[in-house]
T-cell receptor, first 114, second 109 residues
């Protein structure tokens, strides 16, 4: 089934540990995004990539890094996790850049930092 | 600052009609989106408005008034499966999406 795959689905992590959330899409979309969703808040953009080889910072980039080595993969890394990074993380993609058109979301990765 | 306001929670009856409002104050406007998100699942696209007026898609319709900074999502013939959160998002002049916190819709039999 075409779409976006995220892994892991959920993870409990000790503070200070490094963690990479994986995201793969098979729709050949140009743009990819990482959002975090917290109770009572709207989705907040962490990082984005308009095309392979380029990345940009979103609204809340601190403590996170991304890479876009190819069209399909867009991993999100927490270098040293802190409890405030406890959240549900969604990867998304869109055919065009600049949030053009609808976003297609992965099923999310629930991360708990203790 | 940029802001999207929508009610936190609404309750409606199966078979009825419900209107979910969204007001926005953003740096420019390049379209408004509605997404549906069932509990524990990913958001899925419902509708897109860029011009004033009503867009109808089956049981769901979305309305936009750019001069008022206002949109609503209208759901007709409510079904139990419509129980979900409904997210309003506005694309600003920099083509960034600003998201509301979502409206949790509870459908009662």
């Amino acid at each position: 089934i075409a779409g976006i795959t995220q892994a892991p689905t959920s993870q409990i992590l000790a503070a200070g540990r490094r963690m990479t959330l994986r995201c793969t899409q098979d729709m050949r979309h140009n743009a990819m995004y990482w959002y975090r969703q917290d109770l009572g808040l709207g989705l907040r953009l962490i990082h984005y990539s308009n095309t392979a080889g380029t990345t940009g910072k979103g609204e809340v980039p601190d403590g996170y890094s991304v890479s876009r080595a190819n069209t399909d993969d867009f991993p999100l890394t927490l270098a040293s996790a802190v409890p405030s990074q406890t959240s549900v993380y969604f990867c998304a993609s869109s055919p065009g850049t600049g949030h053009t058109g609808e976003l297609f979301f992965g099923e999310g990765s629930r991360l708990t930092v203790l | 600052g940029q802001n999207i306001d929508q009610p936190t929670e609404m309750t409606a009856t199966e078979g009825a009609i419900v209107q979910i409002n969204c007001t926005y104050q953003t740096s420019g406007f390049n379209g408004l989106f509605w997404y549906q998100q069932h509990a524990g699942e990913a958001p899925t696209f419902l509708s897109y408005n860029v011009l004033d007026g009503l867009e109808e898609k089956g049981r769901f319709s979305s309305f936009l008034s750019r001069s008022k900074g206002y949109s609503y999502l209208l759901l007709k013939e409510l079904q139990m499966k419509d129980s979900a959160s409904y997210l309003c998002a506005v694309r600003d002049s920099n083509y960034q999406l600003i998201w509301g916190a979502g409206t949790k819709l509870i459908i009662k039999p």
